[in-house]
């Protein structure tokens, strides 16, 4: 079965830090290229961040360019988000999916960890 579990949310005033953590397992998380996706409160998932297979190649959305960093441990299975200078608009629920996805189809996907973003 594929689980992936998120931790790591929490709240934070504006221009703190969080690292969230997304265990894997159930498949072969090496291979697998994974996604970082969020989602704000009555709003649609949004797609923050994907790194490939090894994690020699990542991109952001402009929105958290220079400010969150992905990374991933295969050894681990462990996929990371490090979200520094947070900012209120990125408080949402953070979810992270396997495959190169951009949102809704980001099928398969954890049960999220929530960052709250408030002074």
């Known amino acids: 079965e594929v689980q992936l579990v998120e931790s790591g949310g929490g709240l934070v005033q504006p221009g703190g830090s969080l690292r969230l953590s997304c265990a894997a397992s159930?498949?072969?998380?090496?291979?697998?290229?994974m996604t970082w996706v969020r989602q704000a409160p009555g709003k649609g998932l949004e797609w923050v961040s994907g790194i490939s297979d090894i994690g020699r190649h990542t991109k952001y959305a402009d929105s958290v360019k220079g400010r969150f960093t992905i990374s991933r441990d295969n050894a681990k299975n462990t996929l990371y988000l490090q979200l520094n200078g947070l900012k209120t608009d990125d408080a949402a629920t953070y979810y992270c999916?396997?495959?190169?996805?951009?949102?809704?189809?980001?099928?398969?996907r954890g049960q999220g960890t929530q960052v709250t973003v408030s002074s």
């Open positions: 999916a396997r495959g190169d996805c951009g949102g809704d189809d980001c099928r398969t």
């Open positions: 159930g498949f072969f998380f090496g291979a697998y290229y």
